[in-house]
């Protein structure tokens, strides 16, 4: 028999399996690792709300991540602590938009700006029966996340997630944030399974996939914008998280819970 399935690879597809002593033998599925801001939470709309809190106006969106993006590498590099970061960063974007606080003052802003996060975010309509489905199935379930711990944590408390999630891998407790192999093989350490037997879902094409793939686990990249850009060999690409459960029966030769036999 053969079997190719074709992704979006600049028209390349996987590698076909044919029957002969030296036939490629996909692995055994056990774990999915999945991002969390804008893969299972719409992280996205409620920080352009909260924006418009801080600032009365989201056009600045473009330059609130980018120094956020710069204070995490900040955190995972034991320079700063997350609780310090969020205050610290606060003031410094109002300082770049010519407006002036003390440590108070950015105290009091970052607490209102949090406040209507937690009021605004929700989970996209795809993401529970997808988690249904992988726990039906016996799959150990971890979040992968270069966000704060105790506030990734409680948002996974605060929207029902936590009871399907067997592990929480936070890039500053790790010492290493994705694309970072290391955090991907600490996922699989705590869920005890081998990188071949795990896939790692989320919206950064770079940051998920193919760190994902460079780790060893078979990368995953929720292209939920449509963007429809090319990706290199060994990374899928779903649209939908509708799509996880057929996408990981075509790619995995099966499914099976940990310490099941077969896993390699």
């Not at 039906?136 to 029902?160: D, F, M």
């Not at 996880?244 to 036999?261: D, K, N, Q, R, T």
């Amino acid at each position: 028999m053969t079997f190719a399935l074709t992704d979006r690879m600049d028209n390349q597809t996987t590698p076909e399996l044919t029957d002969g002593p030296f036939a490629y033998q996909p692995p055994v599925l056990q774990a999915v690792c999945l991002d969390i801001d804008d893969t299972l939470v719409d992280f996205s709309s409620a920080a352009r709300a909260a924006l418009v809190e801080l600032v009365g106006a989201a056009d600045r969106w473009e330059r609130w991540v980018a120094i956020t993006d710069e204070y995490v590498a900040r955190v995972v590099a034991g320079e700063v602590s997350y609780p310090a970061m969020h205050a610290c960063r606060t003031r410094d974007f109002l300082a770049e938009q010519g407006i002036t606080v003390d440590a108070a003052r950015a105290e009091e802003l970052e607490a209102r700006r949090k406040a209507t996060m937690r009021r605004s975010w929700g989970l996209f309509a795809d993401v529970l029966p997808c988690l249904e489905w992988l726990r039906a199935a016996g799959v150990r379930i971890a979040a992968v996340t270069n966000a704060s711990g105790q506030h990734q944590r409680g948002k996974l408390a605060s929207l029902g997630l936590a009871e399907f999630i067997d592990q929480v891998v936070i890039a500053g407790e790790v010492g290493s944030a994705k694309p970072d192999p290391a955090i991907f093989h600490e996922a699989c350490r705590v869920l005890d399974v081998q990188p071949g037997n795990a896939a790692h879902v989320g919206d950064k094409l770079e940051l998920d996939a193919i760190g994902a793939r460079d780790a060893g686990l078979c990368g995953v990249w929720l292209d939920r914008a449509g963007l429809q850009q090319p990706v290199p060999r060994g990374v899928q690409v779903i649209d939908s998280l509708a799509e996880l459960p057929e996408l990981l029966v075509c790619e995995f030769a099966a499914i099976a819970p940990v310490g099941s036999a077969g896993a390699r």
